[in-house]
């Protein structure tokens, strides 16, 4: 017997429709996802490969005042590539000037070694150029980094005494 209002089949139909309704949906979900994935790599490979943390090249530092402000340290540094990944070879020229004792240029070589945003700079003395009072021990100055971008890193000497440093991208030019 048919009840008024109602068509027999009605609800088998209209099931029917939203279950083929929903799996039409899935599929194209399914095809936007794939077509995302295979697109993403392309784009990515399209974007300019830049490292703004980019460290070789020639670099100028300077502490901030230690050993009670009576010293500070200013400086080059030039880093060079290294066949191993992460680690750069470099040279640099460090110059301590303290009140109570004088200058000293010291020509030093040195290893830098990154990890993502940090960088390890360890030293060896090659020659002085200048030396402070005499008897008085120079140590090799190390650095511990952390680059801020293509232009500047931050940090500490760690060294005979320990003081906060900055090192600047060098701006020569060619002449």
């Known amino acids: 017997m048919l009840e008024t209002g109602r068509l027999p089949g009605f609800a088998v139909d209209r099931v029917r429709f939203s279950q083929g309704h929903r799996m039409l949906r899935r599929a194209s979900l399914a095809l936007l996802t ?13 974007a300019p490969e830049s490292d703004p ?9 300077q502490t901030k005042p230690y050993r009670d402000g009576e010293c ?3 400086g080059t540094a030039r880093l060079t590539p290294h ?9 640099l020229t460090a ?7 004088g200058r000293s240029v010291v020509v030093q070589s040195c290893k830098a070694r990154r990890f993502g945003n940090q960088v390890s700079i360890r030293s060896e003395i090659e020659q002085f150029l200048e030396s402070k009072a005499e008897g008085l021990l120079y140590v090799p100055d190390n650095f511990a ?4 971008n293509a232009k500047r890193m931050y940090g500490s000497l760690v060294s005979a005494a320990t003081a906060p440093v900055e ?5 020569e030019g060619i002449s």
């Open 34 to 46: 794939a077509a995302l994935l295979a697109v993403t790599p392309a784009m990515a490979q399209d």
């Open 53 to 61: 943390g980019d460290i070789l090249g020639n670099w100028t530092f």
């Open 72 to 74: 500070i340290m200013s």
């Open 83 to 91: 066949p191993e990944e992460g680690l750069y070879n470099c040279e």
């Open 95 to 101: 110059i301590e000037v303290c009140s109570m004792w």
């Open 145 to 148: 980094l952390t680059i801020q």
């Open 167 to 171: 090192f600047r991208r060098s701006e």
